[in-house]
């Protein structure tokens, strides 16, 4: 298996994102089989995933509150979660990559007890 990483955004400009440690090494997980590595960072995904969204909207503006209800929930047009981010969320990369480096450090203390 080659490294896995839990990256904010694999198709990012590599000097755009903090370096990234190989998730499993970081838990010293590196002997789990493959399926299980594979299980275990589709949840961190998804925890990542709804601490981001949770995030989001905590801080949503009622006029961002109201783009999202209209023009995003139910789009069929993919760009529009895009449109969204950029409009009212410019600092969404920075959320994730806080969020990630939040479980990280979660998983290291939950580790180390």
Do not use: C, W
């Amino acid at each position: 298996m080659t490294a896995v990483t839990l990256s904010p955004d694999p198709a990012a400009d590599p000097s755009t994102v903090a370096p990234q440690t190989d998730i499993f090494q970081f838990l010293g997980a590196e002997d789990l089989p493959e399926e299980e590595k594979i299980e275990l960072l589709a949840k961190m995904a998804t925890l990542v995933r709804e601490r981001v969204f949770n995030r989001i909207v905590d801080d949503m503006s009622p006029e961002a509150s109201n783009f999202f209800d209209n023009e995003v929930a139910d789009s069929e047009d993919p760009q529009a979660f895009d449109l969204f981010l950029e409009r009212f969320v410019p600092n969404y990369q920075t959320i994730v990559d806080d969020e990630i480096n939040k479980l990280r450090h979660q998983l290291s203390i939950r580790l180390a007890e």
